[in-house]
T-cell receptor, first 114, second 119 residues
Framework: DAGITQSPRHKVTETGTPVTLRCHQT?????MYWYRQDPGHGLRLIHY???????DKGEVSDGYSVSRSKTEDFLLTLESATSSQTSVYFC?????????????FGAGTRLSVL | AQKITQTQPGMFVQEKEAVTLDCTYD???????LFWYKQPSSGEMIFLIY??????QNATEGRYSLNFQKARKSANLVISASQLGDSAMYFC????????????????FGTGTRLQVTL
């Protein structure tokens, strides 16, 4: 158990509304990531963080923003949700030490935008 | 850009038999890492096994082993003595560094192989 909690686990929202997903970790890992999973695409990186207030874009960042004001929390915000953002969202963490640099994932958030 | 290819959308295996899930990759980086994750129907992503590009030995973790053939750019997952609980989606992934000189990394995933273990 990598101590990662995602909330909410399920959410249904309407097009045009803002949505915030939360990722909380208990083990003080430096790196945190948000991915989305869609059929036929595997997982794709949205944004990542390499420290408090330090974030950067991944390959599918359009329409998303993130914030990390504390080591333990990484928030993903959809400013104005669209149907194309219906997906399963995974948060991941990794430690900065060790050659393996394994990423461990949270349980996921299933988001439906109607 | 890195690419992971999993050519088997679905596989069947009988309980107690071994099965190989294929994964090929493409990268120009001399240093990389390869991972396999399991995603059961409950949806979580579970780390199974890791192989570093400079590792001399093939990785093993219990019933999982990684058949790493660097020259062929393949990293196949072998599951020995399959169990009903092995039924799941399996993803191969490659690590790519995101920032020069840093250890933040992105995983590039394949599209997955759905394994079904039968009695």
């Amino acid at each position: 158990d990598a101590g990662i909690t995602q909330s909410p686990r399920h959410k249904v929202t309407e097009t045009g509304t803002p949505v915030t997903l939360r990722c909380h970790q208990t083990e003080n890992h430096r790196y945190m990531y948000w991915y989305r999973q869609d059929p036929g695409h595997g997982l794709r990186l949205i944004h990542y963080s390499y420290g408090v207030k330090d974030t950067d874009k991944g390959e599918v960042s359009d329409g998303y923003s993130v914030s990390r004001s504390k080591t333990e929390d990484f928030l993903l915000t959809l400013e104005s949700a669209t149907s194309s953002q219906t997906s399963v969202y995974f948060c991941a963490i990794s430690s900065s030490s060790g050659a393996k640099n394994i990423q461990y994932f949270g349980a996921g958030t299933r988001l439906s935008v109607l | 850009a890195q690419k992971i290819t999993q050519t088997q959308p679905g596989m069947f295996v009988q309980e107690k038999e071994a099965v190989t899930l294929d994964c090929t990759y493409d990268t120009s980086d001399p240093s990389y890492g390869l991972f396999w994750y399991k995603q059961p129907s409950s949806g979580e992503m579970i780390f199974l096994i890791y192989q570093g590009s400079y590792d001399q030995q093939n990785a093993t973790e219990g019933r999982y082993s990684l058949n790493f053939q660097k020259a062929r750019k393949s990293a196949n997952l072998v599951i020995s003595a399959s169990q009903l609980g092995d039924s799941a989606m399996y993803f191969c992934a490659m690590r790519e560094s995101l920032r020069w000189g840093g250890t933040a990394s992105k995983l590039t995933f394949g599209t997955g192989t759905r394994l079904q273990v039968t009695l």
